[in-house]
């Protein structure tokens, strides 16, 4: 029974450890420009979700499984940021992110109040919707897709993108 209670401290130390190392943190959009803002010949791949959002829900698990493809790549970066509730963030979001094993960096967009000034910024067309995703390169804006994006359509756009 002793080595059973060792065995699953260790289990839970080395779990929390695992999620722990990436980030999880609430920012402005000013932030947010900054992440994207860089000269480093990174594809960032930035997905717009939130976890009461059901599209959004179905495709994380096809984004996680092409970010673990791609993780060893130092070309590529995934980071998925939340436009949850700021309220949620601790009681919904980052328990929902361990839960589903979300082993990316994630930031909570904390500007609800502000969507009419930060969403056209990030693309002039978007509507509103989410799931919704942004390539970049070099600061630079590739591609916006607002829809919900399949394993296959998301490692298409990817390996399109890092030929350009």
């Known amino acids: 029974m002793r080595i059973l209670v060792v065995s699953l401290l260790i289990l839970l130390t080395v779990s929390v450890s695992a999620q722990s190392?990436?980030?999880r943190e609430v920012i402005k959009f000013e932030e947010y420009e900054k992440l994207i803002d860089k000269q480093d010949d990174v594809l960032y791949?930035?997905?717009f979700w939130a976890n009461w959002c059901p599209p959004c829900v179905k495709e994380l698990?096809?984004?996680?499984?092409?970010?673990?493809?791609?993780?060893?790549?130092?070309?590529?970066?995934?980071?998925?940021?939340?436009?949850d509730n700021k309220?949620?963030?601790?009681?919904?979001?980052?328990?929902?992110?361990?839960?589903?094993?979300?082993?990316?960096?994630?930031?909570?967009?904390d500007e609800l109040?502000?969507?009419?000034?930060?969403?056209p910024r990030?693309?002039?067309?978007?509507?509103?919707?989410?799931?919704?995703?942004?390539?970049?390169?070099n600061g630079k804006k590739l591609k916006f897709v607002e829809?919900?994006?399949?394993?296959?359509?998301?490692?298409t756009i990817i390996n399109q993108l890092n030929k350009s």
């Open 21 to 23: 190392a990436f980030k």
């Open 45 to 47: 791949v930035i997905n």
């Open 61 to 83: 698990p096809d984004f996680m499984a092409v970010n673990e493809k791609m993780s060893s790549r130092k070309d590529f970066k995934m980071i998925l940021v939340s436009v």
């Open 87 to 109: 309220d949620d963030w601790q009681s919904d979001v980052i328990p929902f992110a361990a839960e589903n094993k979300l082993n990316v960096d994630i930031y909570l967009l």
């Open 113 to 119: 109040r502000r969507m009419n000034y930060w969403m």
């Open 122 to 137: 990030v693309d002039a067309s978007w509507k509103g919707s989410i799931p919704a995703t942004v390539f970049y390169k």
């Open 147 to 155: 829809k919900p994006l399949h394993k296959e359509e998301l490692e």
